[in-house]
């Protein structure tokens, strides 16, 4: 299960404690608060405090790997994360398959951890943010297991039997992202690794096929790279807030 965005927890935790400041009078009607209790139970059945199940998985992933897995994360109710070296990917995936029974590939991506250098650049009213100190650079920050590179490979595999999903991140070198293959334990990886490598530029080693997927075979660059130039968004205004007609009706 992929990571639930920073700004919708707030959004949540906001709600909890809407709800909780306006509890009920003795005087107030029932219906009156429905929607806060129902927003509140909905809440706390997402994320529950603890979650067993996920914890047991860890301690077998732990006991078989060992100083492989560089850290973890459990997410309760959301998933299990666990973070290894670019050189025992490959190795992690034969364990999860053979010994946890996750035969089933989900997906596989890569995250450019980088701000971006150009900021910015939907230009929508949902967008617009008040100006901030520009003098320091931004500094990098990691989701679930931290990192120490600005490229992180993750591929999220499933286990039917054990009605459990498992995330593996891999920290690849900056300057020349690469790894091995997973399409001789899961076949199923390899349209992800060529768009991987077409988007990102991370090298696959040992997949048969490198070829572009929506590119063509010329194309110089990684579209998916923060510091890749979206130079059309300089070119022509991007449509947002810029220039929107008025609704039938609306005063112009």
């Given at each position: ?21 306006n509890q009920p009078t003795s005087d107030q009607a029932p219906s009156e ?62 364990f999860l398959k053979d010994e946890l029974d996750c035969k089933f590939f ?127 968004r300089r070119m022509k205004p991007w449509p947002g807030i810029v220039d ?9």
């Open positions: 299960m992929a990571e639930i965005p920073e700004h919708l927890l707030k959004r949540a935790q906001a709600a909890r404690e809407n709800a909780e400041t608060t429905i929607e806060a209790d129902s927003a509140v139970a909905v809440i706390e059945e997402e994320i529950p405090e603890t979650d067993e199940r996920a914890e047991e998985i860890l301690n077998q992933i732990l006991e078989g790997l060992g100083e492989t897995v560089l850290t973890s994360h459990i997410a309760p109710g959301r998933g299990l994360w666990i973070r290894v070296s670019s050189d025992n990917w490959r190795q992690t995936a034969e989900d997906w596989l991506s890569v995250i450019d951890w980088m701000p971006s250098p150009y900021g910015r650049e939907l230009e929508t009213e949902q967008d617009i943010e008040p100006e901030q100190d520009t003098n320091e650079p931004e500094q990098m920050e990691w989701g679930y297991t931290g990192g120490d590179t600005r490229f992180q490979l993750i591929c999220r595999l499933y286990s039917i039997s054990n009605a459990a999903g498992i995330m593996i991140k891999a920290d690849l070198d900056d300057q020349s992202p690469r790894v091995l293959s997973l399409i001789p334990v899961y076949p199923g990886a390899n349209w992800h690794e060529r768009e991987a490598r077409e988007m990102f530029g991370v090298t696959f080693d040992e997949h048969p096929d490198l070829r572009n997927i929506y590119l063509p075979g010329d194309f110089e660059g990684h579209p998916l790279r923060k510091d890749y130039p979206l130079l059309s929107v007609e008025a609704m039938p009706g609306e005063e112009k």
